[in-house]
């Protein structure tokens, strides 16, 4: 199965790489420094940049891709994990301070991010130990339509998540997702995720991926939303504000709450994100 994936894998990058010059080379009306190919050998100049985009601090995220040749860190800089234990949902209920859960994207080509995500510091207080970091997420997007209107932006998205610890802490898990999001009248957006995982034991050896967020801009760069997230019976609602107090900074707070599986009970935070 995952022969065969990177396979389907590298010919998305080619045919995203494609898209990409179709759709800016139709495209007259931008500035010209801003249309074209770009990649990390030519970023996108910093005159073509908007406000900071991020996925987090949704539990869904966004079909948008960071500019080509720009990278971004979106950081849950602090979180508390209260009322379960992750690594053993039906076991002690624990609490663990996370610290450092990043995501790093990197704008390879124009439509074409490359992300890896991975939890630094877990601590459990009860125990006084740390957690091994992982698993280690690694995840292509290829933005295929960048939407207008009531047309979402849409991106395909495999996603690996590579085990740090050994089972039956972590295991093996990949699989294709779809991200989307529309622009709704009333300063409001709707941000759709869906997919499926497969899995090595002791994990399920499927499970479908649903997400939804939906996100009001109370005014400029603040914007407040309220999230639902899937995966299989691991289930949690979210809600949060985010500030893009610079155009290429933006902090975050909020907090989860998980309804079953092994989402912890509660899961405030803090983030912050930045693009250079």
Known sequence: MFHSSRQFVAALIVLASVVSRDAEASDESRDPR??????LASPVPDACLGVIDTDRPHQTDTPHVVPAGHTQIESAVGSLELGRDVNAPSGPRSAHVVLFDNEYTFGLIS?????????????????????????????????????????????????????????????????????????????????????????????????????????????DNVSVFVDAYATGWDIALGTGALWAFARDMQIDLGTYVGLSGAEPAATPFLGFSVRQ
Request: glycine share 8%; charged share 15%; proline share 12%.
């Open 34 to 39: 801003c249309t074209g190919t770009h990649s």
């Open 111 to 219: 439509h074409v991010n490359l992300q890896i995500l991975d939890r630094h510091f877990d601590y459990v207080p009860a125990s006084g130990t740390f957690r091994p970091p992982g698993p280690v997420g690694v995840r292509l997007k290829l933005n295929f339509l960048e939407g207008g209107g009531f047309v979402p932006a849409m991106t395909f998205v495999p996603w690996v998540f590579i085990p740090v610890a050994p089972p039956p802490a972590e295991s093996l898990r990949a699989g294709p997702l779809l991200f989307m999001a529309w622009d709704l009248p009333l300063h409001l957006e709707l941000e759709v995720n869906a997919g499926v995982l497969f899995s090595e034991k002791p994990k399920p050896a499927e499970a479908v991926v649903l997400a939804s967020a939906l996100t009001y801009t109370l005014f």
